[in-house]
């Protein structure tokens, strides 16, 4: 099992860009999870989606965030236009909810905005 | 997250110490994970605790869940420099719903 895939690792970007994480589930796995992780507010959840479905966004800070799953093996956040207090550690987690199964975090994105 | 808080946020224990972590709501916590993470990477999943009064042990880390389901502590038994990391306490609010939030983190450091 590959684990949940994250990529870019790394990304640095000019204030006003638009920005794409993108992630990978685990396959099997009925559930996403999106969370921003800052050492000011630690890692909050921005997103959760079921069967490809999202079900809250109540996390997601602006309309500058978006985020979709057009498959049940990928989705992706994205962020336009991009500011530097976005910046951040991404992460993407997904699991098998309702079976007892804990969430996997992939190895998150980097977001650096200038 | 304020709704999950744990404590203490930084600990520095000498090698071969036992060591406690705790997380505390003031809601009832539905499936109760514990994770640690090394800087830079994922966060590993240690254990999940579902039962009030449950408790699960993994090599020198154990984990409890108390009967009211709004605690949980994270015991290391003779610590190693291997145990250092942040950990992390995370938990869905509402029964029913898979909206997990997590802690703060605990910032742990074990000197050699």
Known sequence: ???????????????GQEVTLRCKPISGHNSLFWYRQTMMRGLELLIYFNNN???????????????KMP?????????????PRDSAVYFCASSL??????LHFGNGTRLTVT | SQELEQSPQSLIVQEGKNLTINCTSSKTLYGLYWYKQKYGEGLIFLMMLQKGGEEKSHEKITAKLD????????????????????????????????KYIFGTGTRLKVLA
């Open chain 1, 1 to 15: 099992d590959a684990g949940v895939i994250q990529s870019p690792r790394h990304e640095v970007t000019e204030m």
């Open chain 1, 53 to 67: 479905v999202p079900i809250d966004d109540s996390g997601m800070p602006e309309d500058r965030f978006s985020a």
């Open chain 1, 71 to 83: 498959n049940a093996s990928f989705s992706t956040l994205k962020i336009q236009p991009s500011e």
């Open chain 1, 97 to 102: 909810v309702g079976g007892g199964s804990p």
């Open chain 2, 67 to 98: 009967e009211k389901k709004q605690q949980s502590s994270l015991h290391i038994t003779a610590s190693q420099p291997s145990h250092a990391g942040i950990y992390l306490c995370g938990a869905a609010l509402t029964s029913g719903t898979y």
